[in-house]
């Protein structure tokens, strides 16, 4: 089934730690998307990419870095650096970003705990 | 200008009644105007949308209601059941971003 796949669902950091959080994809989508959920405050962008090899600071980038090398595959880094780190991380896919039709297609989640 | 604002923040409703959820934007250029739904542990997923060249938009139970002249649009969940019981996001775009209303969190009670 075609679908995104993100790993862990749940991890636990202490804190100075980085941590990767994987998001596959296998529907062809060109664009993907990292949204990051806390009660009370819904889905906030942190990247987004369009392409391979390409992507863009959302509205909460600070403390966390991606990669885009494969079109189905589009890593969150969460680093050291991020104050408040965690959360609920949610990865997106849609099929063109030329035109955002809001047609986002996300995955399961991954739930982020600093002990 | 590119905030959604949403409203309530969390509802209860009879099994039956009528739910519904209003968002109101500013940004003019939204052009696209779609409602997720989320149940726990999960993410969302695309419920309804509509676009402003119409004014209401209804699948099923659900029903799209917008007003362009005063930048509002309201979900409405006609017979809500203990199943609709979930986090409703509305959203708005223009460009390749989607931008997200706060939730609401709607509980159906037998």
């Known amino acids: 089934d075609g679908g995104i796949t993100q790993s862990p669902k749940y991890l636990f950091r202490k804190e100075g730690q980085n941590v990767t959080l994987s998001c596959e994809q296998n529907l062809n989508h060109d664009a993907m998307y990292w949204y990051r959920q806390d009660p009370g405050q819904g889905l906030r962008l942190i990247y987004y990419s369009q392409i391979v090899n390409d992507f863009q600071k959302g509205d909460i980038a600070e403390g966390y870095s991606v990669s885009r090398e494969k079109k189905e595959s589009f890593p969150l880094t969460v680093t050291s650096a991020q104050k408040n780190p965690t959360a609920f991380y949610l990865c997106a896919s849609s099929i063109s970003s030329s035109k955002n039709t809001g047609e986002l297609f996300f995955g399961e989640g991954s739930r982020l705990t600093v002990l | 200008q590119q905030q959604v604002k949403q409203s309530p923040q969390s509802l209860i409703v009879q099994k039956g009644g009528i739910s519904i959820i209003n968002c109101a934007y500013e940004n003019t250029a939204f052009d696209y105007f779609p409602w997720y739904q989320q149940f726990p542990g999960k993410g969302p997923a695309l419920l309804i949308a509509?676009?402003?060249?119409?004014s209401e938009k209804k699948e099923g139970r659900f029903t799209i209601s917008f007003n362009k002249s005063a930048k509002q649009f309201s979900l409405h969940i006609m017979d809500s059941q203990p199943g609709d019981s979930a986090t409703y996001f509305c959203?708005?775009?223009?460009?390749?971003?989607?931008?997200f209303g706060t939730g609401t969190r709607l509980q159906v009670f037998p």
């Open positions: 959203a708005a775009s223009n460009t390749d971003k989607l931008i």
């Open positions: 509509i676009r402003p060249d119409v």
